[in-house]
């Protein structure tokens, strides 16, 4: 699936173990129940005050986040989190954290 356009995707519940999501693009896609174990680039994780699902993607040139309805890179989620839930909160470290793991191929 690498550099797949899966923009708008209903791909819940969908298998993607061991899949290779670099480049591929998720804005809007449906990952509800999405199996990732394996899949490279793409990192799943629980934040926020509803503790929702939301994912980081390596992308070719950045690192993505898709946290509820925003999507965006990692500058712009943190301006998002910071400004909602004050600067230096669990979500702002969860977001620099899983960019770094990406980052270095983690």
Do not use: H, P
């Not at 969908?14 to 480049?23: E, Q, S, T």
């Not at 986040?65 to 301006?79: D, P, Q, R």
């Amino acid at each position: 699936l690498r550099g797949a356009n899966l923009e708008d995707a209903n791909l819940r519940d969908a298998n993607l173990r061991d899949a290779n999501l670099r480049g591929a693009d998720l804005r809007g896609a449906d990952l509800r129940g999405a199996n990732l174990e394996g899949a490279e680039n793409i990192k799943s994780f629980q934040c926020g005050e509803y503790n929702r699902v939301s994912f980081a993607v390596k992308c070719e040139s950045e690192i993505m986040f898709k946290i509820g309805c925003f999507w965006g890179n990692t500058e712009k989620a943190i301006l998002n989190v910071k400004a909602k839930y004050g600067e230096n909160s669990y979500y702002e470290k969860l977001i620099k954290l899983y960019t770094e793991m990406l980052e270095e191929g983690n």
